[in-house]
């Protein structure tokens, strides 16, 4: 949206009786990619709406989350500080995604790696041995995992795993709770 575009909205909302449309001023760009607008005020008048501080505290209803998926990304690291975001997640009310490429499982063959989930963990297995795991943020049904595992950049496999929660009413907000003590990555 241009710089014209949005005073037009600016002057519209004005018109219309839009009571806080004057606090709103149109912010040059300052590059060639982008305006916005910006209030005058880091406040805005909502007392017309109604609302109560116990309404905005209130959480919000099971039916709000249907078809909401939220993502995120997620360190594979048992050492504190070390933020690598080598696992992409996402998550929706029946279930979760997770796509690792842990830099620890660099050079192993994607053919040789497994993956074994129980109600909470996750353990990645290399020729067998467990390598990485974790525990997760909530209860799964194991039975439903699925995991696919292929050779991905840099020699870092990228395994790929998805599976139903327990409890669909539940809201995660990531995959990783913990990294497994007996991660010897």
Avoid at 13 to 41: I, M, R, W, Y
Avoid at 127 to 152: I, Q
Avoid at 156 to 166: D, I, L, N, Y
């Amino acid at each position: 949206m241009n710089s014209t575009n949005l005073t037009i909205l600016v002057a519209v909302l004005a018109a219309l009786g839009c009571p806080n449309a004057d606090a709103f001023t149109v912010v040059p760009p300052s590059s060639s990619k982008s305006v916005s607008l910006k209030s005058a005020k880091n406040e805005v008048d909502v007392s017309d709406l109604g609302l109560t501080m116990e309404d905005l505290e209130a959480p919000l209803p099971a039916e709000f989350w249907q078809g909401v998926e939220t993502s995120g990304y997620e360190s594979s690291s048992r050492i504190t500080g070390v933020q690598d975001d080598a696992c992409f997640w996402t998550e929706n009310q029946t279930g979760l995604k997770a796509t690792l490429a842990i830099p620890g499982l660099r050079g192993q063959p994607a053919q040789a790696l497994s993956v074994e989930t129980a109600s909470n963990t996750v353990s990645i297995t290399a020729f067998g041995m467990v390598v990485w795991s974790c525990l997760l943020r909530g209860e799964v049904k194991p039975e439903t995992a699925v995991f696919e595992a292929n050779d991905g950049p840099d020699m870092v496999p990228v395994v790929e795993c998805s599976v139903e929660k327990a409890d669909t009413t539940e809201r995660w907000g990531g995959f990783i709770e913990q990294i497994g003590e007996n991660s010897i990555l």
